[in-house]
């Protein structure tokens, strides 16, 4: 599976000091890191089918993934527990990804935004429904309205707040 490949050859190449670093944050919530990591997988696997040709650069299927990854994390994790504990730790986790893998100044500012705009979502939606009862389906319609109307990201002061953002490859 290309998904599996991808996340293990990722790892494969981390230094060690990066290594345990990210060994610190999910050695001590061992069922928060291993959903986040279920849910790293259904994310990009579905990410890719609905966005093939932009899920795995800085297009419209990127900002896409990374607001549905959160919002799954989010619904995995409530699902055992609290959703502040959720959020802090889907947070705490998806901002460590930024930090362990860098990308330019830009692509970090694109990844981190929208990743809030995948927790602020998934908070949005929490108080109207139970959430031992949230399915991946809930987001997937209304996070491809929102990456219809993304906005391109030109530089690190542009805000598009509420707005999910990419990159014009093109420009």
């Known amino acids: 599976m290309r998904t599996f490949s991808v996340i293990f050859s990722t790892i494969r190449a981390m230094s060690f000091k990066k290594i345990l670093k990210l060994l610190s944050a999910v050695l001590p919530h061992p069922l928060?890191?291993?959903l986040s990591f279920y849910a790293t997988v259904r994310?990009?696997?579905?990410?890719?089918?609905?966005?093939?040709k932009t899920a795995s650069k800085n297009g419209e299927g990127n900002a896409f993934r990374h607001a549905?990854?959160?919002?799954?994390?989010?619904?995995?994790?409530?699902?055992?527990s609290s959703p502040e504990k959720a959020l802090n730790f889907c947070k705490k986790i998806t901002d460590l990804h930024e930090e362990?893998?860098?990308?330019?100044?830009?692509?970090?500012?694109?990844?981190?935004?929208?990743?809030k705009i995948g927790m602020?979502?998934?908070?949005?939606?929490?108080?109207g429904i139970h959430r031992q009862f949230f399915e991946k389906n809930f987001f997937i319609e209304e996070l491809q309205k929102k990456t219809a109307n993304a906005k391109v990201l030109k530089s690190l002061e542009?805000?598009?707040?509420?707005?999910?953002?990419?990159?014009d490859e093109n420009g």
């Open 32 to 34: 928060f890191s291993f």
């Open 68 to 80: 549905f990854w959160c919002c799954l994390i989010m619904m995995y994790c409530c699902k055992i």
């Open 100 to 115: 362990l893998f860098p990308n330019k100044p830009l692509e970090t500012k694109m990844d981190l935004h929208n990743n």
């Open 158 to 167: 542009d805000d598009f707040a509420g707005e999910l953002v990419y990159l």
């Open 120 to 127: 602020d979502y998934f908070m949005e939606i929490l108080p």
């Open 43 to 52: 994310a990009f696997s579905i990410a890719q089918k609905l966005y093939p």
